[in-house]
């Protein structure tokens, strides 16, 4: 079965200073990993997709990496903004029936 | 392309009454995952469907909940005899019928349930 851990789970910080997310995963057995936000009461939107077959994806100032023989992501969001205030989700969708597993999430605070 | 449309946004129901969440996947899209979120608390996984097939019921609840995907119309969540427990925002997702890792998982704007 797998588990979905997501460390920490809260954090406050200045704005401007770069921060690092952290998920890990206890099967390996992945197709890829998927990184989400979710503004409170809202739903989800996806922010970047890692297949299993690569290291790494960027967009502007966030980078996903994923080491899936240790069973670790992590996202890195660069010089933060109030507007990253969110809860931040890490997803795991395993091979054969695809099944996707979330973690509990990170909850992002960003002080003006 | 509409995205996943979940319906209603909003539902407002007694105990002891029934709740119908209905999730219109992604055109295209055959796989439908259904997620419960209580307040304060993370996704929990329900149940993966596909078209006319239940994949994985294993986060269901044994009673009460039930979940169809057929050929035609939408996704449909059903709570028979709700209680004050299942309020929660119920999310649906859906993607493509690829075994790839490139197949990204969408999701609806959600359906928030309380029961009174």
């Known amino acids: 079965k797998q588990e979905v851990t997501q460390i920490p789970a809260a954090l406050s910080v200045p704005e401007g200073e770069n921060l690092v997310l952290n998920c890990s995963f206890t099967?390996?057995?992945?197709?890829?990993l998927q990184w989400f936000r979710q503004d409170p009461g809202k739903g989800l939107t996806s922010l970047l997709l890692?297949?299993?077959?690569?290291r790494e994806q960027t967009s502007g100032r966030l980078n996903a990496s994923l080491d899936k023989s240790s069973g670790r992501s992590t996202l890195y969001i660069a010089a933060s903004q109030p507007g990253d205030s969110a809860t931040y989700l890490c997803a795991v969708r395993g091979e054969g029936y695809q099944k996707v597993t979330f973690g509990i999430g990170t909850k992002l605070q960003v002080i003006p | 392309n509409a995205g996943v449309m979940q319906n209603p946004r909003h539902l407002v129901r007694r105990r002891g009454q029934e709740a119908r969440l209905r999730c219109s996947p992604m055109k295209g899209h055959s796989h439908v995952y259904w997620y419960r979120q209580l307040p304060e608390e993370g996704l929990k996984f329900m149940v993966y469907l596909q078209k006319e097939n239940i994949i994985d019921e294993s986060g269901m609840p044994k009673e009460r909940f039930s979940a169809e995907f057929p050929k035609e119309g939408p996704s449909i969540l059903r709570i028979q005899q709700v209680v004050r427990g299942d309020s929660a925002a119920y999310f649906c997702?859906?993607?493509?019928?690829?075994?790839?890792?490139?197949?990204?998982?969408?999701f609806g704007a959600g359906s928030r349930l309380t029961v009174l």
């Open positions: 099967d390996s057995a992945i197709y890829n």
């Open positions: 890692i297949q299993s077959s690569q």
């Open positions: 997702a859906s993607s493509l019928d690829l075994s790839s890792g490139a197949n990204v998982l969408t």
